[in-house]
């Protein structure tokens, strides 16, 4: 019989390894994509993860069950690292190069497997919806990271970004109208540049 | 149902949320006649599949296990850290009692402290007499020490002066404090009193608080000054009057004893 979060936290907070160790692996993924959804960054996806973590060993004692789950917490947690970090490295001047920035926004779990023209589709549509995600203002971002990519009902994401429901449900609204938008232009730039270069359709 | 209304569900119908299914056929309905409202969602159901594989990419991703490592050791060594402190920190029930005694000790200093200044406040002063309402006591004798009645008494005598005599201001001989001994009489030498006679008006005496009471000797002749009667013939002798003196020196009523 698996335990529930509530109990391996109990068992975190009475210094137990095992339940650390168990809590961490039932969580860390849905911690460690948000974060990567939000920032597009492998590395900061990685040290937010180890942040909410550490937050949770040291002050699980401020985890109050009758607020949300404790996933919606983790994920509030992480929620304020993230935008911390976004706003850090927003002032901070860039000096890696487009290339290896590339190479950083884009993991390879992102990548995904299948005929060469199937990906190549499904590529661009993945990479068109991540960069206009990426594109969006951070509390819309994360209201689409939350509904849309974790299918959080408005309720836990509510819980996790510490806001109203209704404030959930507007900010998704506007959020998928303005996403809606980014794809449709960039869909016409693709055409564009097809109508411009006919001979890359049949590289 | 209208545009606007098609607006405010297209998100919740593309991404199957809608949980009226009535509403969710007029939607239907109604994209089907306004070619508007039928893009707008295609755009939201393009949207919602585009999010859809986006998600299933990054399905599998999540946190090396460098950092499964970093966080297990930094766990250790909160817990190492917590058992220390957990040793050298007496437990709880101890510090409890700690900070009662604590708390306790510093109550009683407090209480000592406000008892030694409110005693401080009600001791005699060491100052000259001074003038009040016509009369001067003496400089004390260096001899000889004031009286001073028990605070309770004071208070009693404070409240006592309800004569209706009248203050004089004319300014007696100057009188010299030569008594220590305290009002009550003993059973050989019993002494006969006056009402206590206001020095100041009223509204003073009321207010006073806590003061002394001084014996003190005056020329006979003070005794007209308040309108009693005074034998000619002991003019030259002197007579014993205790004053009821404030804590700020001033002196607030008189008796006469014999």
Same mark, same amino acid.
């Given at each position: !019989?698996?335990?529930? =979060?509530?109990?391996?936290?109990?068992?975190?907070?009475?210094?137990?390894?095992?339940?650390?160790?168990?809590?961490?692996?039932?969580?860390?993924?849905?911690?460690?994509?948000?974060?990567?959804? !939000?920032?597009?960054?492998?590395?900061?996806?990685?040290?937010?993860?180890?942040?909410?973590?550490?937050?949770?060993?040291?002050?699980?004692?401020?985890?109050?069950?009758?607020?949300?789950?404790?996933?919606?917490?983790?994920?509030?947690?992480?929620?304020?690292?993230?935008?911390?970090?976004?706003?850090?490295?927003?002032?901070?001047?860039?000096?890696?190069?487009?290339?290896?920035?590339?190479?950083?926004?884009?993991?390879?779990?992102?990548?995904?497997?299948?005929?060469?023209?199937?990906?190549?589709?499904?590529?661009?549509?993945?990479?068109?919806?991540?960069?206009?995600?990426?594109?969006?203002?951070? +509390?819309?971002?994360?209201?689409?990271?939350?509904? =849309?990519? +974790?299918?959080?009902?408005?309720?836990?994401?509510?819980?996790?970004?510490?806001?109203?429901?209704?404030?959930?449900?507007?900010?998704? +609204?506007?959020?998928?109208?303005?996403?809606?938008?980014?794809?449709?232009?960039?869909?016409?730039?693709?055409?564009?540049?097809?109508?411009?270069?006919?001979?890359?359709?049949?590289? | 149902?209208?545009?606007? &209304?098609?607006?405010?569900?297209?998100?919740?119908?593309?991404?199957?949320?809608?949980?009226?299914?009535?509403?969710?056929?007029?939607?239907?309905? %109604?994209?089907?006649?306004?070619?508007?409202?039928?893009?707008?969602?295609?755009?939201?159901?393009?949207?919602?599949?585009?999010? *859809?594989?986006?998600?299933?990419?990054?399905?599998?991703?999540?946190?090396?296990?460098?950092?499964?490592?970093?966080?297990?050791?930094?766990?250790? /060594?909160?817990?190492?850290?917590?058992?220390?402190?957990?040793?050298?920190?007496?437990?709880?029930?101890?510090?409890?009692? #700690?900070?009662?005694? $604590?708390?306790?000790?510093?109550?009683?200093? $407090?209480? $000592?402290?406000?008892?030694?200044?409110? *005693? /401080?406040?009600?001791?005699?002063?060491?100052?000259?007499?001074?003038?009040?309402?016509?009369?001067?006591?003496?400089? @004390? &004798?260096?001899?000889?020490?004031?009286?001073?009645?028990?605070?309770?008494?004071?208070?009693?005598?404070?409240? %006592? %002066?309800?004569?209706?005599?009248?203050?004089?201001?004319?300014?007696?001989?100057?009188?010299?404090?030569?008594?220590?001994?305290?009002?009550?009489?003993?059973?050989?030498?019993?002494?006969?009193?006056?009402?206590?006679?206001?020095?100041?008006? /009223?509204?003073? #005496?009321?207010? #006073? &608080?806590?003061?002394?009471?001084? /014996?003190?000797?005056?020329?006979?002749?003070?005794?007209?000054?308040?309108?009693? @009667?005074?034998?000619?013939?002991?003019?030259?002798?002197?007579?014993?009057?205790?004053?009821?003196?404030?804590? &700020?020196?001033?002196?607030?009523? $008189?008796?006469?004893?014999?």
């Amino acid at each position: !019989m698996t335990s529930s =979060d509530l109990d391996l936290l109990r068992l975190v907070m009475a210094g137990d390894e095992a339940a650390f160790t168990a809590l961490y692996r039932r969580r860390q993924a849905g911690v460690y994509r948000f974060a990567l959804h !939000m920032s597009g960054s492998q590395t900061i996806a990685e040290d937010v993860t180890q942040e909410v973590f550490i937050v949770l060993m040291r002050e699980a004692g401020r985890y109050d069950s009758n607020r949300g789950s404790l996933a919606a917490y983790l994920y509030g947690i992480a929620r304020n690292h993230v935008l911390r970090r976004i706003e850090q490295d927003r002032l901070l001047v860039q000096l890696a190069d487009s290339a290896e920035e590339g190479d950083a926004l884009t993991p390879a779990s992102m990548i995904t497997e299948g005929g060469p023209l199937d990906d190549l589709t499904r590529n661009e549509t993945v990479e068109a919806v991540r960069n206009s995600i990426l594109a969006l203002p951070p +509390h819309y971002r994360e209201v689409i990271v939350l509904c =849309d990519l +974790h299918e959080m009902s408005y309720t836990e994401a509510a819980s996790a970004v510490g806001c109203a429901v209704g404030t959930v449900r507007s900010r998704l +609204h506007r959020a998928r109208a303005l996403l809606v938008e980014k794809l449709r232009a960039a869909r016409d730039r693709n055409r564009a540049s097809e109508e411009a270069n006919p001979a890359r359709c049949f590289a | 149902m209208n545009c606007d &209304d098609l607006e405010t569900v297209a998100s919740d119908l593309a991404r199957g949320q809608m949980v009226d299914a009535a509403l969710s056929e007029k939607a239907l309905t %109604h994209t089907a006649s306004c070619a508007r409202c039928a893009t707008r969602l295609a755009d939201e159901r393009e949207l919602t599949e585009g999010l *859809r594989q986006f998600a299933a990419a990054t399905a599998t991703g999540e946190a090396p296990p460098r950092v499964e490592a970093s966080l297990i050791e930094v766990f250790r /060594r909160e817990r190492t850290k917590a058992v220390a402190s957990a040793a050298t920190t007496p437990p709880l029930q101890t510090r409890r009692w #700690l900070y009662l005694a $604590i708390g306790a000790a510093a109550v009683v200093a $407090i209480v $000592i402290f406000l008892s030694l200044s409110a *005693r /401080r406040t009600s001791e005699p002063q060491p100052q000259a007499p001074q003038k009040a309402g016509g009369t001067v006591p003496a400089q @004390p &004798d260096s001899t000889q020490q004031p009286a001073v009645a028990p605070a309770s008494q004071e208070k009693k005598i404070a409240n %006592h %002066h309800a004569t209706k005599r009248s203050v004089r201001t004319t300014e007696p001989k100057r009188p010299t404090v030569v008594a220590v001994d305290r009002v009550e009489p003993t059973a050989g030498d019993v002494e006969i009193a006056t009402d206590f006679i206001p020095l100041m008006n /009223r509204e003073s #005496l009321t207010q #006073l &608080d806590s003061g002394q009471v001084v /014996r003190v000797e005056l020329p006979r002749s003070a005794l007209m000054s308040f309108g009693l @009667p005074m034998n000619m013939e002991r003019a030259n002798e002197r007579v014993k009057a205790d004053v009821v003196v404030g804590n &700020d020196g001033l002196a607030r009523a $008189i008796r006469f004893v014999r």
